[in-house]
């Protein structure tokens, strides 16, 4: 499973940002997909996650209202918008895909190498 993200960068305070990661996942059966993030000094923690069947999120209490995580089951993708941003939510975000290799039937999990938010007037 390779993941390419995209969309990070510098924004004001209360700006907006995209972030998109692309799966390419053969032979893996992609159960959840989600991104997390994590801030100089902090440990990395769970923003937003969508399974791919049901399309069930699940979002960190500090983004509720702000951050909205959707998938593209055909393409292998999920985004996150991000709204309102404030400076609390610099940080370095991971986009994290879990699934079923099938040759192996092992529930696996892989990483994206990671996009620098930085909220910053």
């Known amino acids: 499973v390779q993941l390419v993200e995209s969309g990070g960068g510098l924004v004001q305070p209360g700006g907006s940002l995209r972030l998109s990661c692309a799966a390419s996942?053969?032979?893996?059966?992609?159960?959840?997909m989600g991104w997390y993030r994590q801030a100089p000094g902090k440990q990395r923690e769970l923003v937003a996650a969508i399974t791919t069947g049901g399309g069930s999120t699940n979002y960190a209490d500090s983004v509720k209202g702000r951050f909205t995580i959707s998938r593209d089951n055909a393409k292998n993708m999920i985004h996150l918008q991000m709204n309102s941003l404030k400076p609390e939510d610099t940080a370095v975000y991971y986009c994290?895909?879990?699934?079923?290799?099938?040759?192996?039937?092992?529930?696996?999990?892989?990483w994206g190498q990671g996009t620098l938010v930085t909220v910053s007037s």
């Open positions: 996942a053969r032979r893996f059966s992609v159960t959840t």
């Open positions: 994290n895909v879990a699934g079923v290799d099938l040759p192996t039937a092992k529930y696996l999990e892989v």
